[in-house]
């Protein structure tokens, strides 16, 4: 993912990292991303997740912490139904109904 962003980025990194997966592997590579003085916001972390800070002190990363997306469902669909959030390029693949045991198969791998 690192090579990715950062060729993406003319070798910068990005601004802005979120971690919503709660892994620890996950977690502990949130730095190798983002850019000096960038932001990371962490996602509804599940359970406890060792995290080494010197790497995001060397960049003087900012973190946050949101808890599950507490109270933003709302507006969120709001958005949506006006058009002002396109959220088209976050889905990757989609599946019938009748195919919902094999959407839940994908989603465990």
């Known amino acids: 993912m690192a090579e990715r962003i950062y060729k993406e980025t ?4 990005c601004d ?3 971690e919503a997966t709660g892994n620890a592997k996950a977690a502990a590579g ?9 932001t990371v916001i962490l996602i509804g972390m599940p359970d406890v997740v060792g995290l080494d800070v010197v790497p995001g002190m060397v960049k003087e990363v900012t973190v946050k912490n949101v808890f599950r997306y507490a109270h933003v469902f ?7 139904g006006k058009g002002a959030l396109n959220v088209k390029p976050l889905i990757s693949r989609s599946w019938k109904f009748k195919d919902s045991i094999e959407a839940y198969d994908f989603a465990v791998t």
Do not use: R
Request: hydrophobic share 50%.
């Open 16 to 18: 802005y990292f979120f």
């Open 30 to 38: 949130i730095y190798d991303c983002i850019c000096p003085g960038g």
């Open 74 to 80: 709302p507006a969120v669909l709001n958005l949506m």
């Open 10 to 13: 003319m070798g910068w990194g």
